[in-house]
């Protein structure tokens, strides 16, 4: 996947229709759809990044958001700043072929809709997959979601030319203020996913293995439940080091995934990207600047808390 082209256009013509008719973004969950668009259906899928004539360079970068309880607002806010995203990536030359995928989050011990996973994309289906996603705002009460069963799709579901052709990693921003379960379940997976899993998969395994394709981020915005707590932030930093980050403002999301990925293809550096932001018309920048100070610094990107490359990938690195 990954054909076509974004067009600002289609775009911003698509949002005028919505707001004449009345029509919601989200119209998928607005009509009260309790399971899971079938173009976002997790359960024996496959999602790839692929190069081709129009994209000969294609560089993956997944988002998914934690969709319950406060967390509703986050996919409101990235469908609104896509163009933002998109502009930064692409006319400012952060990633040469950017193309990305969305996806959602619950929590599989209650939720109908636990795990949403749309296609890598490079034009408006991308926004098309944020309006199927349902906004289920449910979660368990407790400080958990099901960050392991997302992170065992990404891992074992995905593949990536820019990985397997060029020996670059892509990029995975979990958007969430919750602690993920200790362990990937395998009836969960059997139900959700559909693999046959005979035994769990331990937590540090499954973050292993999604390292080994994707420069993996936890982004902890304000606004929602656990922003700012420690035991969140501790927990996330033990798993990835300085690549857990905290936004202290939900609006600036899509900012710090373009600067984060411009940094980490070493195309822009810091300074430089918030003078970007400055350009787009973007109010952005202080939360930026504070949210990536320890994630990159003159165009380096910092792998914090990431485990080595396994044996005969070594120059899959960004230091």
Known sequence: MGSGVWSTDVYDAADRYRRSTGTSAFAYSDSGAGTVHRALDPRGAHRESRDGAEHPESVAIAVLFDVTGSMRAVPKVLQRKLPQLLGLLQRKGYARDPQILFGAIGDATCDRVPLQIGQFESDNRMDDDLGRIVLEGGGGGQWTESYELALYFMARHTSLDCHSE?????????????????????????????????????????????????????????????AGDA?????????????????????????TIALTVGLGEGTVDLDTGLHDLAEFGSAAAGTV????????????????????????????QRL
């Not at 919750?178 to 559909?194: P, S, W």
């Not at 932030?233 to 905290?246: M, S, T, Y």
């Not at 990159?296 to 070594?314: F, M, S």
């Open 289 to 316: 600047s504070r949210a990536l100070a320890t994630v990159g610094t003159a165009g380096r990107a910092v792998t914090g808390g990431r485990l080595p490359a396994p044996r005969g990938t070594d120059r899959i």
């Open 231 to 255: 035991t969140v932030l501790d927990f996330w930093r033990d798993l990835l080091g300085q690549n857990a980050v905290e936004v202290d403002d939900l609006d600036a999301v899509c900012e």
């Open 166 to 226: 060029r020996g670059r990693r892509g990029y995975l921003f979990i958007i969430g203020d919750e602690m993920a379960y200790g362990r990937v379940k395998a009836r969960e997976v059997r139900r959700v996913i559909g693999d046959d899993l005979t035994e769990d998969v331990p937590l540090r395994r499954i973050v292993a293995e999604a390292q080994r394709l994707y420069d993996v981020y936890y982004l902890l915005p304000a606004g929602t439940s656990y």
